[in-house]
């Protein structure tokens, strides 16, 4: 994919609010990415924005007022700014779908958690004045890798600690929880996808790397399970720091609670 144009008159600001958990966090990054390969850069500024993104949640209570509220708010904004294009992405989107654009008719767009990779794409329609519902989850084969290469290959400097996501999605189905619903099953990045980008993190100056997933010990891919994974990751020059969130008590076995001991980088701490 190309490099992004520095040409003043192509390039546009996007501006992104992002709720909930780490895992949203590591979304929106990955967002910001994908735009700026489409002329797109980041604003803190509502106002001098020419692309807004609610990433949301669903996990946190009164999650959808929160949208809502924020969706009232935009509304005013477009008033006076037109062509201002709105989206709405994460777990409330996933769950309302078209909902959102029968509530808003500010909103532009609408799209779930397999498809923020499909930005581009979305773009392109909404600019010809298309709505946009894109909620549709894809095969497992094809969100195994669910973060493009190009996503990360020219990966920014982050700073001493980065978020890393291993595995998305969960087959727990537990009685008080949403996320089967929002994120789907349980899906591993392959091993060597997962390597490649800590690789460029730390070269990039990071030095301490923290797994996400929403069962993030349950990893397995490619005959790899969660404690290799870690055994590969600590052998990473300039790895200083390892963590994981958050991980689910069936899958905690001896042989990870060995690895605390054993690998270097991992640090002597556990998040339940």
Known sequence: MEEASQNTETVKKVFIQTYGCQMNEYDTEKMF???????YFQTDSREDADLIILNTCSIREKAENKVYSELGR??????VKPELKIGVGGCVAQQEGKVILRREASVDFVFGTDNLFELPEMLKKVSRGQEIIQTKRHARQKVRNFIPEYAFQQTQHHGIKAHLAITKGCNNHCSFC???FTRGIEVSREPENILAEAQRLTSAGTREICLLGQNVNSYKANGVDFVELLH????LENLQRLRFISPHPKDFHEELADAFVTLPSLCEQMHL
Request: charged share 40%; aromatic share 0%.
């Open 33 to 39: 990415e994908v735009l700026k390969h489409q002329n």
């Open 232 to 235: 590969r990751l600590d052998e």
């Open 74 to 79: 935009l509304r005013k904004l477009k008033s």
């Open 178 to 180: 949403v996320v089967p």
